[in-house]
């Protein structure tokens, strides 16, 4: 028997945030926070947010202090905030890190308890205050995802908490929302999601149900990244790269994302690499070191991507993924961590540390190829001088 994890409700499409007072209606909730960024409240898109809920008389506040890769401090700020008030729900508006910070906060209203004490393993079922997710880039499908990524100061660890607390009440997913973004963003989102989708597809824990899902988004993102880059106004590359990470979203959290993202979390902790480029760092490497263990299921994505022909035989469509994989991160400019401008001296001597806390996040266990700590620190060596 498989539990099969989805947000209690989703509106998809263009201009689907104007129906987000009816959403909260139909749900009983009338009185929200909203926990974004200040590039979210400078923009205009907070702005639209609070009119849209003002004209129909739907109170909320703000807490706009959410941070890149968001830390203890900050989510313990907005706790602060949402404790100040009389809330029923709480809505994360913009990218991965508000909508992570909403769900801390959510659960954090109601349970004494701390980020740290709720990480990895420990599940988290006991509900919080319903979440609403309104995602702002096409990529972390956190609006769709019974996981939060919290950091810890003290230690520089991104902590992995899971549990249905953290799935959203709520999703409006609106794929104008994401036509100001810029082409860094937009790529780094975009790889993001395209890692979820191939990741779900090739975890141990993967399944039927998360295998189309995965399928689909792969058919979505690949041919229309690369456009929603260069033109960043076309409205049919924008809206198949939403809906492509919501699937990839719905995908993951029904079968886990395995070692990238493990070995991707250290590497935003420790250097403070957005996620989605450190993801995009390590794709390539790590899809050639994990292909020997699940050969056919590479192919399958290669093929869904369209990289080859839907005859091609398994090694060479694996392989041919890994090509088009490297290929594209040319294009999209990703850098190795040395281009980046990463220390060197400190590059190295935090591998250790890297490679043991990739592990303790039990993602790399899901990998095809199960690592230890000396092949993480091998890889991590390896996408060093990698383009």
């Known amino acids: 028997m498989k539990s099969l994890y989805l947000p209690g409700s989703l509106r998809v499409g263009g201009g689907s945030i104007d ?64 404790r100040g008030g009389q809330h029923d729900c709480v809505i994360g508006l913009g990218g991965g890190s508000p909508i992570d910070t909403a769900k801390m906060v959510a659960v954090l209203a109601l349970h004494d308890t701390s980020p740290r004490a709720l990480r990895h393993p420990h599940v988290q079922d006991q509900p919080g205050l319903p979440v609403v997710a309104v995602p702002t880039t096409a990529g972390t499908g956190s609006e769709a995802t019974r996981f939060t990524i919290i950091t810890d100061e003290a230690t520089q660890e991104k902590m992995l908490c899971v549990g249905l607390a953290y799935l959203p009440r709520l999703a409006i997913v609106d794929y104008e929302l994401t036509l100001s973004k810029p082409w860094r963003l937009t790529a780094d989102t975009g790889l993001d999601a395209l ?65 990238v993202h493990g070995m991707s979390r250290p590497i935003g902790a420790h250097f403070h690499v957005a996620h989605g480029l450190s993801n995009a ?28 022909d839907a005859g091609a035989p398994d090694r060479d469509a694996a392989m041919a993924l890994v090509s088009a994989l490297e290929d594209r991160n040319r294009e999209l400019e990703v850098p190795s961590p040395r281009r980046y401008g990463l220390d ?6 935090l591998l250790p540390l890297m490679a043991e806390q990739a592990l303790a996040s039990g993602s790399p266990g899901n990998n095809p190829l199960v690592p230890d700590t000396a092949s993480i620190v091998a890889l991590y060596r390896e996408i060093w001088d990698r383009d």
Not at 43 to 59: E, F, K, N, T, Y
Not at 288 to 295: K, N, R, V
Not at 344 to 349: C, I, L, N, Q
């Open 19 to 82: 129906g987000l007072p009816d959403a909260l209606r139909q749900i009983g909730l009338r009185t929200p926070l909203i926990v974004t960024d200040p590039f979210m409240a400078s923009s205009g898109v907070l702005d639209r947010v609070l009119s849209v809920l003002d004209a129909a008389g739907v109170s909320a506040r703000v807490f706009d202090g959410v941070v890149p890769d968001p830390t203890v401090a900050s989510v313990e700020a907005a706790v602060a905030v949402l």
């Open 195 to 259: 890692t979820h989708a191939i990741e779900a597809y090739v975890s141990r824990q993967n399944n039927p149900f998360a295998d189309a899902l995965a399928l689909a988004a792969m058919r979505g993102i690949w041919p229309n990244i690369a456009t929603a880059c260069t033109t960043p106004g076309d409205r049919r590359a924008r809206e198949a790269m939403m809906l492509g990470a919501l699937q990839a979203g719905m995908a993951f959290s029904n079968s886990s994302v395995a070692l």
């Open 281 to 308: 760092m390590l794709l390539p490497a790590v899809t050639a070191w994990s292909i020997a263990a699940a050969e056919p299921r590479y192919a399958d994505c290669a093929r869904a991507m369209g990289v080859v």
């Open 344 to 349: 060197p001296e400190r590059w190295t001597a």
